[in-house]
Nanobody
Framework: QVQLVESGGGLVQPGDSLRLSCAAS????????MAWFRQAPGKEREFVAG????????KFADSVKGRFTISRDNGKNTVYLQMNSLKPDDTAIYYC??????????????????WGQGTQVTVSS
């Protein structure tokens, strides 16, 4: 059974940076496409960024393009989300998700089979 554990969330000020990590266990990490989603209070869960099994392909939501990057270390079974120039609108619970590799990086929550418990990111002055 695949388990995903996020870490790195916290309270930061607008303009600050934060790096989230997601450690995977129980499966063949290098065969999974990985993604980050987020959910703010009263809103639906939304796609943030995704990365292919090899790291060769990435995809970002328009709202985070140019500010967030996603990367992975298959030797450490970990995926990262580097978040720069954070805004109050980035406040949400951030979830890590995994699915078996696909032809393209997918961006709908129902397309992912495994989920972490989430980590809170709060951007406030």
């Amino acid at each position: 059974q695949v388990q995903l554990v996020e870490s790195g969330g916290g309270l930061v000020q607008p303009g600050d940076s934060l790096r989230l990590s997601c450690a995977a266990s129980g499966g063949t990490f290098s065969s999974f496409d990985m993604a980050w989603f987020r959910q703010a209070p009263g809103k639906e869960r939304e796609f943030v960024a995704g990365i292919s099994w090899s790291g060769g392909s990435t995809k970002f939501a328009d709202s985070v393009k140019g500010r967030f990057t996603i990367s992975r270390d298959n030797g450490k079974n970990t995926v990262y989300l580097q978040m720069n120039s954070l805004k109050p609108d980035d406040t949400a619970i951030y979830y890590c998700a995994a699915r078996k590799c696909a032809v393209v990086v997918l961006s709908r929550a129902y397309e992912y089979d495994h989920w972490g418990q989430g980590t809170q990111v709060t951007v406030s002055s």
